[in-house]
C-alpha cells in the first residue's frame, strides 16, 4: 500500500487494480492505515513504520480536520462531493468509524513521540464528540477506548538493548504476555534505528542499558522507574507468573 496507493505527490489513494491506483483516499483509508502501522511498529519495532504512521497522521489532519468545529470530514478538502456537503462519521457500528480511530491514533503518537502538536490536538478530538457520546455511549465504544486510554493513568514502556539478544527478546515476551492496554511500546539501541528514533522520540534516547544488558523502563508522564533487566522481576512488576513458575501444559 505504501508503495502502490500513493500520487506522485504522496497522497494515499484509495483503490489498487491491475497495477493502476486511483481516487484519492478517504478519512477511514489514513485512520485505519496509520492505526495498523503504529500496531505494526510496537511488533516488530522497525522504525520506518512508525515514521509513516506519523507522516499519514499529519497529512490526516491536513486534509480533514473541522477547522471550525473540531473532528474530522470524512471526506478531504481536495475531494469533489456530489452532495456539495462534507459529513462526519462518528458512530463505532460494525468498525471503528475512522473518528474514533484518529483519537486513538493522536493519543498513542502523542504519547510515543511526547510532541504537543499530537497531544494538543487529541483532547480536541475527544471534546468534539463527548457530547453525542454522553447521550449514546453504546454508540461510541471505541471512542471511549480512546477514553479510557486517556483518562490514564497511560504508561511509556522503553525497552534497550539489542534487539538480536536473547535478553532483549525474553524481556520483549514478557511484555507481550501481558495485557498492557494503557501501555504504549518503544524500543531503543543505538545505530541506525535508534537515531531515526531519537528524532522522533527524544525520551526514549535518554533510556540506556545497564551495564551492557537489555533494560525496560516503565514510565508515567515520562516519569521512569528504576530500569528492570530480570524477565522475571519485570513479570513480577507486571503482576504476571513468570514462564520459569508456570505448571505445564
Known amino acids: 500500500m505504501l508503495e502502490k496507493l500513493r500520487r506522485d505527490d504522496g497522497r494515499l489513494l484509495a483503490r489498487y487494480r491491475d497495477g493502476e491506483a486511483a481516487y484519492p483516499a478517504y478519512l477511514d483509508d489514513y485512520a485505519f492505515l496509520a492505526w495498523g502501522l503504529l500496531e505494526l511498529y510496537q ?44 459529513g462526519k462519521e462518528i458512530a463505532d457500528l460494525a468498525i471503528p468509524s475512522g473518528n474514533s480511530v484518529a483519537a486513538w491514533n493522536l493519543l498513542h503518537l502523542s504519547r510515543l513521540t511526547g510532541a504537543e502538536d499530537f497531544k494538543d490536538l487529541a483532547y480536541r478530538q475527544l471534546c468534539s464528540f463527548a457530547g453525542a457520546a454522553g447521550r449514546a455511549p453504546y454508540a461510541f465504544t471505541f471512542y471511549l477506548c480512546a477514553l479510557d486510554y486517556f483518562l490514564g493513568p497511560p504508561q511509556e514502556i522503553v525497552v534497550t538493548g539489542n534487539l538480536d539478544d536473547q535478553q532483549t527478546r525474553k524481556l520483549l515476551d514478557v511484555l507481550r504476555s501481558a495485557y498492557l492496554p494503557q501501555a504504549t511500546l518503544i524500543f531503543y539501541q543505538e545505530g541506525e534505528e535508534g537515531g531515526r528514533i531519537a528524532v522522533l522520540a527524544p525520551h526514549a534516547a535518554d533510556q540506556k542499558p545497564v551495564d551492557g544488558r537489555a533494560a525496560v523502563y516503565i514510565c508515567e508522564n515520562y516519569s521512569c522507574r528504576q530500569p528492570v533487566t530480570s524477565p522475571q522481576e519485570l513479570a513480577q512488576m507486571l503482576g504476571l507468573q513468570s514462564t520459569e513458575q508456570r505448571p505445564a501444559g
Open 43 to 86: 511488533a516488530t519495532f522497525k522504525v520506518k513504520y512508525l515514521e509513516e504512521a506519523i507522516r499519514l497522521t499529519r497529512e490526516m489532519h491536513a486534509l480533514f480536520w473541522d477547522r471550525e468545529n473540531g473532528g474530522f470530514y470524512f471526506s478531504a478538502d481536495d475531494q469533489d462531493e456530489a452532495l456539495g456537503a462534507r
